[in-house]
T-cell receptor
């Protein structure tokens, strides 16, 4: 089993749609969780950290379920500019473990 | 600038040549990471430096790959006798702590093409 697993997609959604990504992780001792965004042929950039109580940043909501060992990212009112690959990141022993990413394509 | 700086941006070389890639982390960041990303693939961890600790080399794919870091500053990734399968984007990231609980900040990467 991979340490961090994501549905690779692609998720094709119309503008204005709400889309959710899930990510599962194998290490129950993990304490830090992040979502990164990677645009085509660009470097990954931190989108948001994920806190135990869940957190929201504008149209983006991140949640953590420790019991089931998954984190989620919800994007509301999706924009064309949200098209990218979203990487789930979990801390392992001394380093972060990146998922393979979920591709999102928002269409007009 | 204040971000992670990588050079060169692009490198094209012939199979069998050695290449050296450079990463200049954010000032004050003690942890430095190298990743490889092949076209359309996810990030592949290569090596990790944290302060004066022994580096975690568990991701290096073969003995042709090596990396060094001078103190808490610049790092170089060296690939000897390059092969076509080494073609990829090599990304460097740094964080202010290496405990795995701090977000990493990435450089723009070096796009390596082996002919």
């Amino acid at each position: 089993r991979k340490e961090v697993e994501q549905d690779p997609g692609p998720f094709n959604v119309p503008e204005g749609a709400t889309v959710a990504f899930n990510c599962t992780y194998s290490n129950s001792a993990s304490q830090s969780f992040f979502w990164y965004r990677q645009d085509c042929r660009k470097e990954p950039k931190l989108l948001m950290s994920v806190y135990s109580s869940g957190n929201e940043d504008g149209r983006f909501t991140a949640q953590l379920n420790r019991a089931s060992q998954y984190i989620s990212l919800l994007i509301r009112d999706s924009k064309l500019s949200d098209s990218a690959t979203y990487l789930c990141v979990v801390n392992g022993a001394r380093k972060l473990i990146f998922g393979q990413g979920t591709e999102l394509s928002v269409k007009p | 600038g204040a971000g992670v700086s990588q050079s060169p941006s692009n490198k094209v070389t012939e199979k069998g040549k050695d290449v050296e890639l450079r990463c200049d982390p954010i000032s004050g960041h003690t942890a430095l990471y190298w990743y490889r990303q092949r076209l359309g693939q996810g990030l592949e961890f290569l090596i990790y430096f944290q302060g004066n600790s022994a580096p975690d080399k568990s991701g290096l794919p073969s003995d042709r790959f090596s990396a060094e870091r001078t103190g808490e500053s610049v790092s170089t990734l060296t690939i000897q006798r390059t092969q076509q399968e080494d073609s990829a984007v090599y990304l460097c990231a740094s964080s202010w702590q290496g405990l795995g609980n701090q977000p990493q900040h990435f450089g723009d990467g070096t796009r390596l093409s082996i002919l």
